[in-house]
């Protein structure tokens, strides 16, 4: 497939998109596997590159979409042309398990080769098996290791001061 770019886009160059999608919340594993891989291949039939690719889990949704409280959050950051958008948001729509999906674009003129893809084959098989929801978080029932995802278990208790070693001190009045 040829893929039309706009006269406004420098010769060599890609827009950056972020697409997030939300799947209802009883969605398998394996079906949401099958979600991204045919995601990956719309984008890489259009001659796109995957950035980033990231399962934010399972959410409370701000209000009820197609009778669901809760979705998982998929993140998606690529370069293609607007062709990409129009054909990755038309496969989107024909998933009974998508019920909601929003693109942005980032950014204009971007060298593809300056841009390396982030996603490796481990990576992109991680992102079909969501976390705990952010409800077993906030009340202890998730499995151990979930709460600190972005410092891991060995900088836990760093961040936690023992009761005794807090200060609160009323700030002084200026006479």
């Known amino acids: 497939m040829a893929q039309l770019q706009s006269l406004r886009d420098a010769p060599g160059t890609k827009r950056e998109y972020e697409t997030i999608f939300i799947l209802r919340p009883d969605?398998?594993?394996d079906t949401i596997a099958q979600i991204n891989a045919r995601v990956r291949g719309v984008i890489d039939t259009m001659n796109g590159n995957l950035?980033?690719?990231d399962n934010w889990g399972k959410r409370k949704l701000a209000y009820e979409v197609q009778k669901q409280l809760k979705g998982v959050y998929l993140y998606w950051?690529?370069?293609?042309?607007s062709t990409l958008v129009e054909?990755?948001?038309r496969n989107l729509r024909m998933i009974d398990?998508?019920?909601r999906y929003y693109t942005v674009k980032v950014g204009v003129d971007?060298?593809?080769n300056a841009r390396p893809s982030e996603v490796t084959d481990e990576s992109f098989a991680a992102a079909a098996t969501p976390g705990p929801d952010e409800e077993e978080i906030a009340t202890g029932a998730a499995p151990r290791g979930f709460e600190d995802d972005e410092y891991g278990d060995e900088y836990a208790d760093d961040f936690v001061a023992a009761p005794e070693a807090r200060v609160d001190e009323a700030p002084k009045a200026v006479e």
Request: proline share 10%; net charge negative; glycine share 10%.
């Open 27 to 29: 969605t398998p594993n």
């Open 97 to 99: 398990s998508v019920i």
């Open 77 to 81: 950051r690529y370069l293609g042309g």
């Open 51 to 53: 950035l980033k690719l």
């Open 87 to 89: 054909e990755l948001e």
């Open 110 to 112: 971007v060298d593809p």
